[in-house]
């Protein structure tokens, strides 16, 4: 016992001090100096294929995103159902990898970088994949319940504004996911320049803007960071892309940018690592 509580607690102060110098750069910085920072802190991550015989992304989400309940499962995003790891995709009738930045707005597809970005990969049904497609985040007016074989999953697409609206639980995963996204795809090179709006976009729209930027920002205070989000935040960074996501450590850092306290320089507290656990590394 007196080793287990070593070890956690010897874990708890390797993460705060990562944290204290992870960002350092980004110390006392505000608007677009900040993102810069953060930008040149996460990029140049270790990048994996979509599909492939080695290690792909199919087999990190098994990591990332395996039920504690059901080493053998994945927690399916916006269902919040446990299913079958092994079932990859399976002729329609198994799990599917969700683009939370969808894939068509700014049109990289599935190559290397943004495509296979595993910070916003997640493990998602088929059908609810097919039916939130490349809707825009927003809260629903004319709301249409999403179903899941059966089951009703909480999430809701408008029927007539081309939006979709997750399940309260993962509203705040799904605006720090796409905040990171629009920090770290700057237009460098060969990737997309990420931004995010407050104007819907329709389907066939493949500008590399996400909205409603609003709405993202409210998700983000509503729906606090969980320790599910900290802990695959750490197993991505330790073992795969070897980055972190800034608003899972910060959630603040979207006010700064976006929000209520653009113009202020950021100047973080430690992140509060009590509660962190780090997966040992699967084998595929």
């Known amino acids: 016992m007196k080793f287990i509580v070593f070890a956690l607690l010897l874990i708890s102060n390797l993460l705060s001090a990562q944290d204290s110098t992870y960002y350092l750069s980004a110390h006392k910085k505000s608007d677009d100096s900040l993102k810069y920072e953060l930008n040149q802190i996460i990029k140049n991550h270790t990048e994996f294929t979509y599909t492939s015989s ?3 992304v ?3 989400l098994k990591h990332t995103d395996r039920d504690t309940a059901n080493a053998n499962n994945v927690i399916l995003l916006y269902s919040g159902r446990s299913v079958d790891a092994a079932q990859e995709y399976n002729s329609a009738a198994g799990w599917s990898r969700e683009h939370v930045w969808a894939k068509s707005r700014g049109d990289f597809g599935t190559s290397n970088g943004a495509g296979t970005d595993v910070h916003h990969l997640r493990p998602c049904d088929v059908s609810v994949n097919s039916t939130r497609n490349n809707r825009n985040f ?73 909205a409603r930027l609003n709405t993202l920002l409210h998700w983000n205070r509503i729906d606090t960071v969980s320790n599910w989000e900290r ?6 960074d330790s073992f795969y892309q ?22 202020l320089t950021w100047m973080p507290t430690l992140v509060d690592t009590s509660m962190y656990t780090v997966s040992k590394k699967c084998t595929n």
């Open 58 to 60: 199919w087999d990190i």
């Open 138 to 210: 927003d809260t629903c007016i004319t709301c249409v319940d999403v179903i899941d074989n059966g089951f009703n999953t909480g999430s809701k697409r408008d029927a007539n504004f081309w939006t979709f609206e997750p399940p309260d639980a993962v509203k705040g995963d799904v605006a720090r996911m796409i905040f990171y996204m629009a920090v770290r795809y700057e237009g460098e090179g060969s990737e997309p320049d990420l931004e995010l709006t407050n104007t819907l976009l329709n389907n066939a729209d493949q500008s590399p803007l996400q």
């Open 54 to 56: 080695s290690t792909d």
């Open 231 to 236: 802990n695959r935040n750490n197993i991505i």
């Open 242 to 263: 070897h980055n972190r996501n800034p608003f899972i450590d910060h959630p603040e850092l979207a006010e700064y940018l976006w929000g209520d306290s653009i113009g």
